[in-house]
């Protein structure tokens, strides 16, 4: 089965909350590894940034719903790395 391990995403969030505390909600997903923001552009109420998610099996929509949760919407994906996992007890793979 395919899983995710590393994706790019661009996203529009509010300043609040600041770029730390917006990657550590997101890192509080089990899977995840390692959470990189960049901003990209900044106005005056919200910031374009671009996020680098890598992880054992992204679970996409639940990344979704966490951005979400914090003022934040999902522009576009623009990378996606996937990988072939076994399935569990399946050692053929």
Do not use: C, W
């Amino acid at each position: 089965m395919p899983v995710a391990t590393r994706l790019v995403l661009d996203v529009l969030k509010p300043h609040q909350p600041n770029a730390l505390e917006f990657v550590q909600s997101i890192l509080m997903l089990d899977t995840l590894d390692r959470v990189k923001l960049t901003v990209e552009e900044m106005d005056e109420k919200t910031e374009s940034v671009i996020l680098l998610v890598e992880g054992v099996d992204i679970p996409y929509q639940e990344l979704v719903d966490v951005i979400a949760s914090m003022g934040g919407s999902v522009h576009s994906l623009d990378e996606v790395d996937l990988t072939k996992r076994p399935a569990p007890g399946d050692e053929s793979a």
